[in-house]
T-cell receptor, first 109, second 111 residues
Framework: AQRVTQPEKLLSVFKGAPVELKCNYS??????LFWYVQYSRQRLQLLLRHISRESIKGFTADLNKGETSFHLKKPFAQEEDSAMYYC???????????FGTGTRLTIIP | DAGITQSPRHKVTETGTPVTLRCHQTENHRYMYWYRQDPGHGLRLIHYSYGVKDTDKGEVSDGYSVSRSKTEDFLLTLESATSSQTSVYFCAARTGYDEAFFGQGTRLTVV
């Protein structure tokens, strides 16, 4: 069974400080992992996916298969980064899309 | 909005009544999903569809059923609503290796 774990429900960071949101997964196959973000009163949207290896809004995430992790990082937090962040995994065998419990990030001015 | 529309957006219903939520997509996505979002639980998969008339259960499927008779519509039915089903429900759709696109959410209150 596939599972996504986000250990931090809440995270507060000062503006300008580095941000790291943790994500661990369990999955027997080759995972396709994503980070989605939900800003206040908006629908969920894709932030980034590991296969594209690109940086979006200054965020990056590296897949570490040894540690089964896909942590999201940003070197300098901005106030507009305050949002709910979800890590997600797709099982291409059965097309099941599983999300973690989410981390609410608050940037302190 | 990536062509995903949920209806209704808000609903208040009484315990024991049936409720159907609709997800409509215009982009011909093959896979569709229903989630519920609750504080502390994140997004939990209720049911999903991998094609017309092909559906499977998620992790919290008890008390819910789904139907997909055509590509663009995915219906979620609460057979007999209970207070524990008060939640925000999200529909999502995706194709192949693409990202999932989400609806605006439906806030359901069971009183």
């Amino acid at each position: 069974a596939q599972r996504v774990t986000q250990p931090e429900k809440l995270l507060s960071v000062f503006k300008g400080a580095p941000v790291e949101l943790k994500c661990n997964y369990s999955y027997s196959g080759s995972p396709e992992l994503f980070w989605y973000v939900q800003y206040s009163r908006q629908r969920l949207q894709l932030l980034l996916r590991h296969i594209s290896r690109e940086s979006i809004k200054g965020f990056t995430a590296d897949l570490n298969k040894g540690e089964t992790s896909f942590h999201l990082k940003k070197p300098f937090a901005q106030e507009e980064d305050s949002a709910m962040y979800y890590c997600a995994l797709v099982n291409f065998g059965n097309e099941k899309l599983t999300f973690g419990t989410g981390t609410r990030l608050t940037i302190i001015p | 909005d990536a062509g995903i529309t949920q209806s209704p957006r808000h609903k208040v219903t009484e315990t024991g009544t049936p409720v159907t939520l609709r997800c409509h997509q215009t982009e011909n996505h093959r896979y569709m999903y229903w989630y519920r979002q609750d504080p502390g639980h994140g997004l939990r998969l209720i049911h999903y569809s991998y094609g017309v008339k092909d559906t499977d259960k998620g992790e919290v499927s008890d008390g819910y059923s789904v139907s997909r008779s055509k590509t663009e519509d995915f219906l979620l039915t609460l057979e007999s609503a209970t207070s524990s089903q008060t939640s925000v429900y999200f529909c999502a759709a995706r194709t192949g290796y693409d990202e999932a696109f989400f609806g605006q959410g439906t806030r359901l209150t069971v009183v």
